[in-house]
């Protein structure tokens, strides 16, 4: 079993900056990739960033160059560094843990971020 816990959201003006942890517990060997959902309202879920145990990473064109995906791999722990933020950013925003050949291994239960004035 692996467990994710998200933190770090809350209430930012548009051009602030937000850091986003995902914590993992359990059986973390079985861990090859972690990522960053996020969903506002009345809109699909979509992938916002995503890293692999060897540190490979991947991102959404909306947020290349404003936002970066980190992991302490000692801490079993993945960072969102969200720089530079819209009044579109502002979702629910969901970690997920997946194993070997994509398998989904556990999703978090999000953490609100809103951007506004």
């Known amino acids: 079993q692996v467990q994710v816990v998200e933190s770090g959201g809350g209430l930012v003006q548009p051009g602030g900056s937000l850091r986003l942890s995902c914590a993992a517990s359990?059986?973390?060997?079985?861990?090859?990739?972690m990522a960053w959902y996020r969903q506002a309202p009345g809109k699909s879920r979509e992938l916002v960033a995503a890293?692999?145990?060897?540190?490979?990473?991947n991102y959404a064109d909306s947020v290349k160059g404003r936002f970066t995906i980190s992991r302490d791999n000692a801490k079993n722990t993945v960072y969102l560094q969200m720089n530079s933020l819209k009044p579109e950013d502002t979702a629910v925003y969901s970690c997920?843990?997946?194993?070997?050949?994509?398998?989904?291994?556990?999703w978090g239960q999000g953490t609100q971020v809103t951007v506004s004035s």
């Open positions: 997920n843990a997946r194993g070997d050949y994509d398998l989904l291994l556990s």
């Open positions: 359990g059986s973390v060997s079985r861990i090859h990739a």
């Open positions: 890293i692999t145990r060897g540190g490979s990473t």
